[in-house]
């Protein structure tokens, strides 16, 4: 028990420097302090967690869907598919309202993942590397379309707002949809146990009285979701869904149920940590979190597959 | 004897008119260019906006919508290709004279070379205003149009003198680009910066880095270095392209409580103009003339 204790103060530590750390010097006295914290602070600090919780959940989903650990939406071609139907969606009905253009996105990442998990089941299991090499190379035919379309309408640098996800834009009345994550997040731990039986195989999961296909949808759908609502408030955060899943599953097991808050909590400590880092890197501009997190979730990564653990509960 | 002279200037002209050439400043240094070439390509926006403006035609443009001062060059000049890409197929069938490059197409000199005597005329942002007078006194020695050209750099000094005294006194500025839902910021040694030295406008905050993108920045640091006027570059619209615009990404109370959105002194420029074209005669002047409009209409 006593690592919900540190868990706690770890969350409240990022929240209280979240609020602390920005251009604004709310100690100052000529700004509006409650104003600033109200518009600025605490919707960038609830955007972070959000982003980082929901990505590191749809990373979970995602693992147990096609029973392999190396591989996250953003290795299988979600977020690219969801840049997809956005600039489609701009291309054709530019001024729709945000909810529009997210349904788009959503309903393309979903499209583009199933394409995805359609590939994975012509791949030999053999070798784990194997899956992740598949959705690598398949997300980059996907952003290929999305770069030559982007390309020939003169959006490139548009879709570079997505890329690289980051909190500078986000004020009150602009991250709202991030809300959406945290329903999905609670939708997610209902579920967790017919989610662990996915994570079985097709057979496994079906002797045991799982509606396989129905449920492996619904998960994709929740990812879709987000990845969704991520790429189109604050644009896409690689790794995420890769290192969070695989540090919780290192340091306590397999068991989803209890495992899915502590990845919630990692995923949204480890992004609301580098975006605070992004926001003082180069004080007072910003780096995008999404690099931050690019550099040390590569690192993180690297530590995995070197580190190889002794027992792996999967 | 006077018939034996004509007669013989006559006879010279074809040879004369092929050896005719001159000198101009480019992007690299001074480069030996023919005097009033025909058929003439340009691949770059800033250098059609000068020579629209010493009213040279060209002989073919590049694919892209361009800003509505410029209309009128673009309406049935065929297109070889974009800024980016030029189209060496259509090139080399139109066997142009010359062809004027720089800015988005510099990359493109060298292959462009080989299809005609290609110049780089690249104005860069931290020398912008010196980097545009020279472009126009280039064209001018180039298409023979000198006295046009000198007019208009004489116009042009004056339409800074007159911008340098309206603007005097009236506080600092920070120039801000909107790009979806974000803000980066220019300094002085940017692209946009000559509207800072050339205008002799303070910078709200002069540590400001030379970024060709600008520098990325939170609502929060508008709100800190709370500019007396932000003038405000939307690239969506530059670029032709709906969607979020300048007007909401800065409708926020961070932007509003500033000295600027208080006293209504957010100056949203022409974007395309400036984003586009920048260095060009029509597109600084014109830019000029939206900064006085605004310093002039404001009583505070």
Same mark, same amino acid.
């Given at each position: 028990?006593?690592?919900?204790?540190?868990?706690?103060?770890?969350?409240?530590?990022?929240?209280?420097?979240?609020?602390?750390?920005?251009?604004?010097?709310?100690?100052?006295?000529?700004?509006?302090?409650?104003?600033?914290?109200?518009?600025?602070?605490?919707?960038?600090?609830?955007?972070?967690?959000?982003?980082?919780?929901?990505?590191?959940?749809?990373?979970?989903?995602?693992?147990?869907?096609?029973?392999?650990?190396?591989?996250?939406?953003?290795?299988?071609?979600?977020?690219?598919?969801?840049?997809?139907?956005?600039?489609?969606?701009?291309?054709?009905?530019? @001024?729709?309202?945000?909810?529009?253009?997210?349904?788009?996105?959503?309903?393309?990442?979903?499209?583009?993942?199933?394409?995805?998990?359609?590939?994975?089941?012509?791949?030999?299991?053999?070798? +784990?590397?194997?899956? +992740?090499? =598949?959705?690598?190379?398949?997300?980059?035919?996907? @952003?290929?379309?999305?770069?030559?379309?982007?390309?020939?309408?003169?959006?490139?640098?548009?879709?570079?707002?997505?890329?690289?996800?980051?909190?500078?834009? =986000?004020?009150?009345?602009?991250?709202?949809?991030?809300?959406?994550?945290?329903?999905?997040?609670?939708?997610?731990?209902?579920?967790?146990?017919?989610?662990?039986?996915? @994570?079985?195989?097709?057979?496994?999961?079906?002797?045991?009285?799982?509606?396989?296909?129905?449920?492996?949808?619904?998960?994709?759908?929740?990812?879709?979701?987000?990845?969704?609502?991520?790429?189109?408030?604050?644009?896409?955060?690689?790794f995420v869904g890769l290192v969070v899943p695989n540090i919780?599953?290192?340091? /306590?097991?397999?068991?989803?149920? /209890?495992?899915? +808050?502590?990845?919630?909590?990692?995923?949204?400590?480890m992004?609301?940590?580098?975006?605070?880092?992004? /926001?003082?890197?180069?004080? +007072?501009?910003?780096?995008?979190? @999404?690099?931050?997190?690019?550099?040390?979730g590569?690192?993180i990564f690297?530590?995995l597959?070197?580190?190889?653990?002794?027992?792996?509960?999967? | 004897?006077?018939?034996?002279?004509?007669?013989?200037?006559?006879?010279?002209?074809?040879?004369?008119?092929?050896?005719?050439?001159?000198?101009?400043?480019?992007?690299?240094?001074?480069?030996?260019?023919?005097?009033?070439?025909?058929?003439?390509?340009?691949?770059?926006?800033?250098?059609?906006?000068?020579?629209?403006?010493?009213?040279?035609?060209?002989?073919?443009?590049?694919?892209?919508?361009?800003?509505?001062?410029?209309?009128?060059?673009?309406?049935?000049?065929?297109?070889?290709?974009?800024?980016?890409?030029?189209?060496?197929?259509?090139?080399?069938?139109?066997?142009?004279?010359?062809?004027?490059?720089?800015?988005?197409?510099?990359?493109?000199?060298?292959?462009?070379?080989?299809?005609?005597?290609?110049?780089?005329?690249?104005?860069?942002?931290?020398?912008?205003?010196?980097?545009?007078?020279?472009?126009?006194?280039?064209?001018?020695?180039?298409?023979?149009?000198?006295?046009?050209?000198?007019?208009?750099?004489?116009?042009?000094?004056?339409?800074?003198?007159?911008?340098?005294?309206?603007?005097?006194?009236?506080?600092?500025?920070?120039?801000?680009?909107?790009?979806?839902?974000?803000?980066?910021?220019?300094?002085?040694?940017?692209?946009?910066?000559?509207?800072?030295?050339?205008?002799?406008?303070?910078?709200?905050?002069?540590?400001?880095?030379?970024?060709?993108?600008?520098?990325?920045?939170?609502?929060?640091?508008?709100?800190?270095?709370?500019?007396?006027?932000?003038?405000?570059?939307?690239?969506?619209?530059?670029?032709?392209?709906?969607?979020?615009?300048?007007?909401?990404?800065?409708?926020?109370?961070?932007?509003?409580?500033?000295?600027?959105?208080?006293?209504?002194?957010?100056?949203?420029?022409?974007?395309?103009?400036?984003?586009?074209?920048?260095?060009?005669?029509?597109?600084?002047?014109?830019?000029?003339?939206?900064?006085?409009?605004?310093?002039?209409?404001?009583?505070?």
């Open positions: 028990m006593q690592y919900r204790l540190y868990a706690a103060l770890t969350l409240a530590l990022l929240v209280g420097a979240s609020c602390l750390i920005g251009v604004a010097d709310i100690f100052a006295g000529d700004l509006d302090r409650q104003m600033v914290m109200l518009v600025s602070r605490l919707p960038r600090t609830f955007a972070a967690l959000l982003a980082g919780a929901g990505l590191a959940l749809a990373g979970v989903v995602v693992q147990m869907s096609v029973q392999n650990r190396l591989v996250e939406p953003s290795l299988v071609g979600t977020p690219e598919s969801a840049m997809l139907g956005l600039l489609i969606v701009t291309l054709i009905a530019p @001024g729709a309202a945000l909810m529009i253009k997210m349904s788009v996105a959503a309903a393309t990442a979903l499209v583009g993942t199933l394409g995805f998990l359609w590939l994975a089941r012509h791949v030999p299991r053999r070798d +784990p590397v194997l899956l +992740p090499l =598949v959705g690598l190379i398949y997300g980059g035919i996907i @952003g290929a379309a999305v770069l030559w379309l982007a390309w020939t309408t003169d959006l490139v640098q548009y879709i570079g707002v997505w890329q690289s996800g980051e909190f500078s834009g =986000v004020l009150q009345g602009r991250y709202e949809l991030l809300w959406i994550v945290a329903a999905i997040a609670a939708l997610v731990w209902f579920a967790a146990d017919r989610i662990t039986m996915l @994570g079985l195989g097709e057979d496994a999961a079906r002797s045991l009285g799982l509606d396989y296909r129905q449920t492996l949808l619904a998960g994709l759908i929740l990812v879709s979701i987000i990845v969704a609502v991520v790429v189109v408030s604050v644009g896409s955060i690689p919780v599953s290192r340091w /306590r097991g397999d068991n989803l149920r /209890r495992n899915l +808050p502590l990845v919630a909590w990692l995923g949204g400590c992004v609301l940590g580098c975006d605070i880092i992004g /926001r003082v890197i180069r004080f +007072p501009y910003e780096i995008p979190a @999404g690099t931050v997190f690019a550099v040390i590569a690192g690297l530590w597959l070197h580190a190889a653990p002794r027992q792996f509960h999967g | 004897m006077k018939t034996m002279i004509v007669a013989a200037g006559f006879a010279a002209m074809p040879v004369l008119a092929l050896a005719q050439t001159t000198e101009i400043e480019t992007a690299v240094g001074a480069v030996t260019v023919p005097v009033a070439p025909e058929t003439v390509v340009t691949f770059d926006l800033t250098a059609l906006d000068t020579l629209t403006a010493l009213s040279v035609d060209v002989a073919a443009v590049p694919v892209i919508a361009p800003p509505s001062y410029l209309a009128d060059a673009f309406d049935g000049t065929p297109t070889v290709g974009t800024l980016f890409e030029p189209d060496f197929e259509a090139l080399a069938v139109m066997a142009p004279d010359f062809i004027i490059a720089g800015g988005r197409s510099q990359s493109q000199v060298e292959p462009l070379s080989a299809i005609a005597p290609t110049i780089d005329m690249t104005i860069s942002g931290d020398n912008l205003l010196a980097d545009a007078q020279a472009r126009v006194t280039a064209y001018g020695t180039m298409f023979a149009q000198q006295d046009t050209a000198t007019a208009l750099l004489d116009d042009l000094d004056a339409a800074i003198e007159n911008a340098r005294n309206v603007t005097d006194g009236q506080g600092n500025a920070l120039i801000v680009l909107t790009n979806g839902g974000k803000v980066s910021a220019y300094g002085d040694d940017s692209r946009f910066g000559w509207l800072h030295t050339a205008l002799g406008l303070p910078e709200a905050f002069p540590e400001l880095n030379a970024e060709t993108h600008g520098e990325a920045i939170s609502f929060e640091f508008i709100a800190e270095v709370n500019p007396d006027w932000i003038f405000v570059v939307d690239r969506g619209a530059a670029i032709g392209q709906e969607g979020e615009a300048a007007a909401v990404t800065l409708d926020n109370p961070l932007v509003a409580g500033t000295t600027a959105g208080q006293n209504d002194q957010i100056v949203y420029l022409d974007s395309a103009r400036l984003y586009l074209v920048g260095g060009g005669y029509q597109s600084m002047t014109g830019t000029i003339d939206e900064v006085v409009a605004a310093f002039s209409a404001e009583p505070s």
